[in-house]
Every structure is written in C-alpha cells, then in structure tokens.
C-alpha cells in the first residue's frame, strides 16, 4: 500500500521549504475546487490549503480550511491509521510519517460494498447528491479529523474534548462515511465553538461485511479490530491537533452503536459512550454455527464465480455472491470477550442511550410482502397479554405487519434503550433520550431509523426556525454538553426531540413516556420466553436498507 507521507509530495513546487503554505494558494485553488476533493462544502467562501506540522507523526499534513456558520473549521481528511498488508490481516497502526508530507485534502476510499443510496431511506431530495466513493480494501482504514481552526494553533497548554464517530450502514455499507453529506461532523464542531465548549470529531472509516467477518480460519470481527486500531491511534496522536486523549467520547448510530456497545466492553480507552439506535441488543454476537452455515454456501459462490477461495478472490467476487445471498445485514462472531456481554457493566464513565419512534422501518417491505396468515402464524407465540398490546389477534382488524412492525421496534430498541439507562443509572452518570420528530422531508414516514442523522449532523438545509431546525439545534447543543463532561439533561427522566418541534423532559415513569414508548410492556420483554424467537423469525432475512 502507498506510505502515508511522501516526501516529495511538493517537490516540483517547493524550491526551500513549507513555512509559507499561502504562497501555494494559487497552484492548489485549481484541485480544491473539484468534485473530487470537495464534493460537497457549506462554505460561502472557497475552501483553503492549511498545514500542520505533527511531532508525535513527524510530519507535516496538508488539510484544507473553511467555514460552517461563520465559524473557522478545519478538516484533515484521509489520514491512513492502520495499515493492512492482506485480506483479512489484523490492521497494524500507522506510527509515523518519517518526516515527509501527507496530503490529506481528499476524503479516502471505503470497503468494497454493494452500493445502497442512504437517500432513500432519510428521505433525502434528489438535488442533495454525494459521489460514489472510492473503493478500497487494503486502504479502507482512514479517518478525518474535523476541528475548529484555533485548535489546530497548538501551544497554549489546552487540550479540547474528542468525539470519535463510528458510522453504521448494517455492518455491510458505508452509511455516512467522513465524505457524506449525511454525516459531515462540522456543523457539530461549529456548535462546540459557539458555545464556548470546543470539540474534536475523529471519524474512521474500517472494513465491512466479509472483509470485516472474516474467513473460518484467522482473525474475525475485524470491523472491531480496525475501530480499535482508530482509537488507539487517536490516543496516540490526537495531542497534535489539540486533543485531550484522556477525554474521548465514542459515538455511534445503529450498526455503530452494536460497535460501540461492544467497545464498552473490550477495554476500549474512552472515557464515555452515546449509543443511538443500536446496541448489542439489536445484533448480539453469533456463535460458530450461525457463522459457518453463512461463510458455506458463500465460500461455494464464490468458488464458482472464480475458481478460487475467500481469501483468494477478487474483491468483486466477493460482493457477487453477497449479492446473490441477499445479504443485507452482518453481525460479530463470538469471541470469550463478548460472551458475556449481557451480565456486565458498560465500562465507561458516563452513557448516553436513546432511540427513534419508527425504528423497524428497515423490516417494513419484507414484512408488508407477507401474507397476513404468515404474519399471524409467525407471532402466535406471544404472551396473550402482548398479543393483545400489538393489536396482533387475527380478530383485531389491524394490519398484521404493522402491529409486528410496532413489536419489533420495542423488542430490538426501546426496551434495549429502557434496560441498558435502568442498569447503568444507579451507577453512573446516565441520559436516556427518545426522538419522535418526523422526517422533515416526508413527515409521513415518522420519526424513522436514521432520522436521527439528519437532526444531529444538520448536513441538509433545513428551514430556520423550523420545528426540525429546532430539534436539530437541541440535539446539537446536547451532545456537546455531554461531550464536555456536562449534564446535557436530568438523569432521572428521558428527554424528548419531538414531535412538533418541542423538547422536554418526560417522567419515565408518567404516562406520556409509557404512551410513546409502550412502557407498560417493558418488563413484559424480559420476562417471556416467546418473545426473542417471535421477533427471531419476523426479521430474519428482511432487514434492508432500501425501505
């Protein structure tokens, strides 16, 4: 794989030295101005060259530096952490750039994958576009740190608090890597100014669906291992932009919440954790049998596409037959370390955990493509008093897919959300939130999966002084707060984003919290055998992405 620095990066354009990078201006303009390196900016101003001498890397980084809200940021983009000499090698951390240039203006490529337009569940307008990025899986373990420009003038002794973002995409896509619009962390870092509490965003990209699982032999779950290469690079490095690495928050939504959960329990050096739609509790760890009765009929797929083994094959091949098994989702292989998961404390400092309203809308299709009897045939093995809850008795005249719809939101996230706060709030500092805020471009598909990313990252224009606009900026000045070390919110109650842009505490134990999130049924969760195997057989093999 190419070096992280190449000394001779500006050689033909440097006659002595880089101490007067603005005098290059005018040669770069030309390349920052393309679709490639910037291909999409919320900048009024052209976007312009900054540097960074780095003494812990030895070396000098090329980013780029631009405004988001009258606010200076600055951005280094596809900065190699880890090198991985093979498929499905464990990555090795980048130490140093041998005292040569890295030109981190250009976002890095991601995993292979078989391509999913997040627009379309976020309900994105067709004019917000983001370019199909490169592809590459032995150069896929790069990241982006977006901080506020001062930060960078290191110096004066202080170090600002560090969010590192894992996104999600179902363990098998990019769903808003560090180039998307959808997950671009720089509003978030402009707030973290304006409110006197500046912060750091690191976001890694790492390897996804089989080239994270991994083969039946060797390393496994090394979407994992390249998040924790991502961190310990952090901890290692992050002092040079002017982060504390004593002080790091990880974050995640969906499958990057399962990753984050699992985080919390492998020894991860982070001080605190936000999980957003996504828990262990949605994707626990599956055990040998599930994970050979997958990596068989792939390994034959394969095989016969190009006569040669996972390890082997093109990279194409790959995807190819993920494809033809309709794989749309992954999970972590169990390891002695994650065995146990469900009996211990999330070893962080302080938590965040919370949900959205319409969270199952990635089972909609699959399920709506199924006749009521199925559906009916499927959930008969509730508890009475959960059947009548969900409205799932073929004698109560609702949609059988839409009652199960309703079942498998409370199962897989806001009883997750409900039990992981109650374990941890007695011990540490703990904040619950729900978010019931609709889509802004399509309110009638509800506050949906995802949705979340809209408000918090605010990468699509949303109206000033909107009821979205509004959540958008609470969400924002929360996670801030919570990032700084601060009590976002009373860690007694649950807040609620929404609905008609209003944000307010709820009492978990009032009816309005009970009426939104089926309260009443919380312990009923815990404490029926029926309940995993039913919600077992209603999502298996209908997750996907494209809802």
Known sequence: MPPLYNPHLLSNLLSKSLSNLSNLLPTFYPLLTTSHLFPRMFSTTPPTNTSLHHPSLDGTLLGVRYEREGVAVTQFRGVQYAAI???????????????????????????????????RLLRIPDEYEDEI???????????????????????????????IWIHGGSQVVSFGSPASRCCDPSLLVATSVKLGK???????????NIFAFGARTGEKNLALEDQRCAIDWVVEHIGGFGGDKSNITLAGSSAGGVYVHAHTFLAAPIKRAILMSGSLYLSPPQPTERNEAFLAPLEKLVHEDSGTSLEEAPAESLLKGLKSLNVNSMWLRETPELKDWRDRMEDVEALM????EYESILWHN???????????????????????????????????????????????????TYRIAARSRPKKPTYQYLIDEPNPFSPTSRAHH??????????????????????????????????????????EGCM??????????????????KERRKGRVMELMGEHEGVPGVVGGLVRGRISLDN
């Open 85 to 119: 000499a093979k498929r499905f090698a464990r990555a090795r951390m980048v130490e140093d750039g041998k005292g040569g240039v890295a030109d981190c203006r250009g976002f890095g490529p991601v995993c292979p994958q078989n391509h999913v337009d997040i627009r």
């Open 133 to 163: 990025e490169k592809e590459d899986e032995l150069n896929c373990a790069n990241l982006v740190v977006t901080l506020p420009t001062e930060a960078s003038k290191v110096g004066d002794g202080t170090k600002l608090p560090v969010v």
């Open 198 to 208: 500046p912060m750091i965003v690191v976001s890694p990209n790492y390897r996804l």
């Open 353 to 356: 955990v919370g949900d959205v």
């Open 366 to 416: 699959g399920l709506a493509a199924l006749p009521h009897a199925d559906v009916h045939s499927l959930t008969s093995g509730l508890h009475p008093s959960l059947t009548e809850e969900y409205a799932l008795h073929p004698s109560s005249g609702s949609p059988p897919h839409l009652s199960a719809l309703s079942l498998i939101s409370t199962y897989l996230f806001h009883h997750p």
């Open 450 to 491: 995802g949705v979340d990313l809209i408000y918090l990252f605010g990468g699509y224009d949303l109206r000033e002084g909107s009821e979205a606009e509004n959540v958008g900026k609470a969400m924002r000045a929360a996670w801030v707060k919570f990032v700084s070390g601060e009590e976002p919110w009373d860690r």
């Open 496 to 513: 609620a984003f929404g609905p008609g842009g209003k944000c307010a505490m709820l009492d978990l134990k009032g009816e309005e919290w």
